[in-house]
T-cell receptor, first 111, second 111 residues
Framework: ETGVTQSPTHLIKTRGQQVTLRCSSQSGHNTVSWYQQALGQGPQFIFQ???????GRGNFPPRFSGLQFPNYSSELNVNALELDDSALYLC??????????FGSGTRLTVV | GESVGLHLPTLSVQEGDNSIINCAYSNSASDYFIWYKQESGKGPQFIID?????DKRQGQRVTVLLNKTVKHLSLQIAATQPGDSAVYFCAESYNTDKLIFGTGTRLQVFP
């Protein structure tokens, strides 16, 4: 059984650029959530996908968008990057009954 | 790797002692609670969970206590080991919705 894998592990982007982060959910998990973790903070919920549909969204602007694919993998897209978007982006998968498993995250640095 | 939780509350314990990490949660309707351990450069790792119809749950060397009256959660680690050093987060959820994380506590174990 594989866990949650995220790519890339590290990324440096310039302000105003766009970025796509990827996540492969744990085998058998149909729900994927994305979180943003700023340095020294707890993770903050961005949004959740269930069966390819957005199923809940946190307090993030529309330039944060996502996709879930038929194999339950997911992408997080961020447009018009700002310096404050620098953070660790975490993907978590679950069966929708709790038991969230997190990946190791993508460290995004915006310069 | 990056340091998680640069300015978090810190609990320092001697190896072999018991540790107690506390957390106040925000939503009285939350029905599912999880403790996560996060080491530097890694994603949160599941430790133990508890549902709101219970007030205590035990795992291997860990116990979670839930006091719904005062919205308080605690994690007890028995015989703390150097490998337990990390940042610990509590998270709450309602109806398998998004996780809301607490601010985290850094646990330091010294010989």
């Amino acid at each position: 059984e594989t866990g949650v894998t995220q790519s890339p592990t590290h990324l440096i982007k310039t302000r105003g650029q766009q970025v796509t982060l990827r996540c492969s959910s744990q085998s058998g998990h149909n729900t994927v959530s994305w979180y943003q973790q700023a340095l020294g903070q707890g993770p903050q919920f961005i949004f959740q996908y269930y069966r390819e549909e957005e199923n809940g969204r946190g307090n993030f602007p529309p330039r944060f968008s996502g996709l879930q694919f038929p194999n339950y993998s997911s992408e997080l897209n961020v447009n018009a990057l700002e310096l404050d978007d620098s953070a660790l982006y975490l993907c978590a998968s679950s069966l929708g009954t709790g038991g969230y498993t997190f990946g190791s995250g993508t460290r995004l640095t915006v310069v | 790797g990056e340091s998680v939780g640069l300015h978090l509350p810190t609990l320092s314990v001697q190896e072999g002692d018991n540790s107690i990490i506390n957390c106040a949660y925000s939503n009285s309707a939350s029905d599912y609670f999880i403790w996560y351990k996060q080491e530097s450069g890694k994603g949160p790792q599941f430790i133990i969970d508890i549902r709101s119809n219970m007030d205590k749950r035990q795992g291997q060397r860990v116990t979670v206590l839930l006091n719904k009256t005062v919205k308080h959660l605690s994690l007890q680690i028995a015989a703390t080991q150097p490998g337990d050093s990390a940042v610990y987060f509590c998270a709450e959820s309602y109806n398998t919705d998004k996780l809301i994380f607490g601010t985290g506590t850094r646990l330091q174990v010294f010989p």
